[in-house]
């Protein structure tokens, strides 16, 4: 009962960390390699926030969504955009503007595990006779409260669907003038977004840190991977999959080991199924 | 309504249209008529913006180079430069060969994300107008667009490029790979989309048979270039256009 609930928690965890990026991906085809950077941001944003200014959570956590999302506008207006289209240097950009922040947070001071951010809320609730706090109940929660609001947003919502459209043939849907400028931008403000929400959800369980920006990045590179890159549906189960492996690893073996299943996740994928669960299928284009 | 001068194209050193002029007017159907590679579909790209985008992105991954040369004016105003999406805002709208729909989608949302430069009541409007112009598609909407027939797949893709409100439809091959009971149908909704929408068209096909009864106006294109155009009187009475497009 204890793997299957925490292996559960940390499956809506592993979510929530890796949601943005396949997001980004899907909408525009840009792996963005500063999610982990802008995790860790918002994390320490909003730790300055309320720690230091000492406003409440519910003011300081809209204030860190927002800075994350600004952040996502500036790294797609001023860097992304001048480099789509070349894929090797969107990697190398965005990699370049994620070292950046987080090892300039480093030099700003922010180091060791001394910060952290507070719980929603304090307490226990027993499912099944195992005790989970309310932290890792949130977390399940807005997991999936998260992929049900991106769901309604790409159905009902005339920029959601422009977004679906894009993802799907961008060219198509050039022609039904979308601005595919303005999707990327706004799908790599609402990944940013989502990192930061991630960061918010996440990090009361442990210390901010800046090299949580790293694992976050390779966690979210292993679930999108093996999912299948810009497959919605793929990231939801590989975050399962995932989840699950790392629970067990962790169970039954040694907490480091984590990182080890990631790491393997990612070579075997890419040697048995490199385009992952739910890659893009290519027996759907060509019917005529 | 919309006119090309001089419209060049190159891939490279390849020359993909050569001097090309062309005019559409208000309410007119017009039909563009040529072999593979005849250069149809780089017109098509050229009038709608299109070839920007791949020009662009063949320059950033260093792919092939491709030059552009001519004017295309639409209602007065030069939009060589503007692109594709800038395009449609003004009304000119490509419905691309194959069709493109978006495969994942239900027809439904296909036309919704159509609609996206639509207003609330354009876009239901509309919809409830390709619903009538194509009655098929009425028990479709629920099924995902890449599992359709190329037939409905058409309608579709014609049914979604009319969501985004054109005043000059341009039509890329609509028939490409369907049976001849189909593209009866889909030819005959081109004068019906001019008449009762009082939109212009200017439609791409391989085969002139059966687009040639329903243009105002065509070109003939042969490796880039026109080598005939007149009114549809003067090309069906063309010995060299009966021979090389009708066979007899």
């Known amino acids: 009962m204890d793997i299957l609930i925490y292996g559960f928690i940390q499956s809506s965890a592993l979510l929530l960390m890796a949601f943005g990026f396949s997001l980004v991906y899907g909408v525009s085809r840009l792996p963005n390699f500063a999610h982990g950077a802008i995790y860790v941001l918002t994390g320490f944003v909003t730790w300055g926030l309320v720690q230091r200014l000492g406003l409440p959570l519910a003011v300081a956590i809209p204030l860190g969504l927002t800075t994350a999302a600004l952040v996502g506008v500036a790294v797609y207006q001023l860097v992304l955009r001048r480099v789509r289209g070349m894929e090797v240097s969107e990697v190398i950009a965005t990699y370049a503007i994620g070292l950046a922040i987080l090892e300039g947070l480093r030099s700003l001071g922010l180091r060791g595990t001394s910060r952290s951010l507070p719980v929603f809320s304090d307490g226990v609730v027993f499912l099944f006779d195992v005790p989970v706090d309310h932290q890792r109940v949130a977390v399940v929660i807005l997991g999936f409260a998260m992929v049900a609001a991106v769901w309604l947003f790409t159905r009902y919502t005339r920029i959601g669907l422009a977004l679906k459209g894009i993802a799907q043939d961008e060219r198509a849907a050039m022609m039904l003038g979308i601005d595919s400028d303005l999707t990327a931008t706004v799908a790599v403000a609402l990944g940013s977004a989502l990192a930061g929400l991630g960061a918010v959800i996440l990090l009361p369980l442990g210390s901010v840190v800046v090299e949580e920006g790293y694992k976050i990045l390779i966690y979210a590179i292993a679930v999108c991977v093996v999912g299948g890159l810009g497959s919605w549906a793929g990231t939801v189960a590989a975050s399962f999959v995932l989840g699950y492996s790392q629970y067990i690893t962790v169970a039954y073996g040694k907490p480091h080991y984590q990182m080890v299943v990631m790491l393997l996740a990612i070579i075997t994928t890419l040697m048995v199924r490199p385009s992952g669960f739910f890659g893009k299928q290519k027996q759907l284009e060509e019917r005529v | ?248």
């Open chain 2, 1 to 248: 309504m919309l006119t090309a001068d001089g419209l060049m194209v190159f891939y490279e050193n390849m020359l993909a249209l050569n001097n090309i002029s062309l005019r559409c007017d208000e309410g007119q159907v017009v039909g563009v008529f040529g072999a593979n590679s005849a250069g149809k579909s780089t017109l098509m790209y050229t009038l709608s913006g299109i070839i920007l985008d791949i020009r662009h992105k063949e320059k950033m991954r260093g792919g092939e180079r491709i030059s552009l040369f001519g004017d295309v004016h639409y209602r007065g105003e030069a939009i060589g430069e503007l692109k594709a999406n800038q395009r449609a805002r003004r009304g000119i709208v490509l419905c691309p060969e194959r069709r493109r729909l978006f495969p994942e989608s239900s027809v439904l949302e296909n036309l919704k994300i159509g609609a996206y430069l639509a207003s609330r009541d354009e876009a239901r409007e509309t919809l409830g107008y390709v619903l009538e112009l194509f009655p098929p598609l009425k028990k479709l909407l629920k099924r995902a667009a890449g599992f359709l027939s190329g037939g409905e797949q058409q309608m579709v893709a014609i049914g979604r490029a009319l969501m985004a409100q054109p005043k000059l439809l341009l039509l890329d091959e609509p028939l490409l790979g369907l049976a001849p009971s189909v593209q009866q149908v889909v030819v005959e909704a081109i004068p019906v989309i001019r008449d009762q929408r009082g939109i212009s068209v200017i439609v791409t096909e391989q085969y002139a048979r059966p687009v040639m009864p329903h243009v105002d106006y065509a070109y003939i294109l042969e490796n880039g270039s026109t080598v005939l155009e007149g009114t549809r009187d003067e090309l069906l009475d063309n010995p060299d256009v009966k021979s090389a497009y009708f066979g007899c």
